[in-house]
């Protein structure tokens, strides 16, 4: 386990210190984190205890430049999927073009 969260990104890894510290506080025998189906209002709080450990840290500064650097990699690259896609529909409308012309023929010679 430890080798996978070696791999982690760094901004994930230092997230993960505060999860991993959350997790412990409530790891104590008949602990509602156990449950089979834990309530939603208890891993709500253990999230915002986690947000709000993030928050209030240095690493906040940190975290706030990769998410924003993070942001602008995945609008580049939907701008890229999206011209991709645009183009794969020119392509395909022109082959039905073609696909068509090739039947127009073929029955005008029929």
Excluded: H
Aim: glycine share 4%; with cysteine.
């Amino acid at each position: 386990m430890e080798n996978f969260k070696s791999m982690y990104p760094r901004e994930i890894r230092m997230i993960q210190s505060y999860v991993s510290e959350a997790c412990d506080r409530m790891d104590y025998q008949n602990s509602p984190m156990y449950d089979e189906w834990p309530e939603q209002r208890m891993v709500d709080q253990m999230c915002n205890s986690v947000c709000e450990a993030v928050s209030t840290s240095g690493d906040m500064g940190i975290l706030r430049e990769a998410w924003e650097m993070q942001e602008k990699k995945t609008i580049e690259r939907m701008s890229v999927e999206e011209e991709q896609e645009e183009e794969w529909i020119r392509k395909k409308k022109g082959w039905k073009k073609v696909q068509i012309g090739k039947k127009k023929r073929l029955k005008q010679r029929s």
